[in-house]
Nanobody, 121 residues
Framework: QVQLVESGGGLVQAGGSLRLSCAAS???????????MRWYRQAPGKQRELVAS??????????NYADSVKDRFSISRANAKNTVYLQMNSLKPEDTAVYYC?????????WGQGTQVTVSS
């Protein structure tokens, strides 16, 4: 059973940076790379939204971003470490949310417990 654990959230001033990590346990490195990994976020009173996704194909990783974070956030993965990252730069107060890691493989969807990111103005 694959489990995801996020870390790296916290309180930061506007314009600052944070790096979130999501570590997957229970999966071999060769299996982990098959998962499409996504970061979502949910702000108070709002629906959960997709922030970024990354998939591996051979030796190449393909990433996609929500328009609201494009050019500020960067998603990456280290398949040998069963870990995916979200580098967040130029943070804005509207980035404040609980950030969730998701692993998807076919009909399998696995969620982490979330990590709080708070950006003060």
């Amino acid at each position: 059973q694959v489990q995801l654990v996020e870390s790296g959230g916290g309180l930061v001033q506007a314009g600052g940076s944070l790096r979130l990590s999501c570590a997957a346990s229970g999966a071999s490195g060769s299996t982990f790379r098959l998962y499409i990994m996504r970061w979502y976020r949910q702000a108070p009173g709002k629906q959960r939204e997709l922030v970024a996704s990354i998939r591996s194909s051979g030796s190449t990783n393909y990433a996609n971003y929500a328009d609201s974070v494009k050019d500020r956030f960067s998603i990456s993965r280290a398949n040998a470490k069963n870990t995916v990252y979200l580098q967040m730069n130029s943070l804005k107060p509207e980035d404040t949310a609980v950030y969730y890691c998701n692993a998807n493989l076919g009909t399998i969807n696995i969620w982490g417990q979330g990590t709080q990111v708070t950006v003060s103005s």
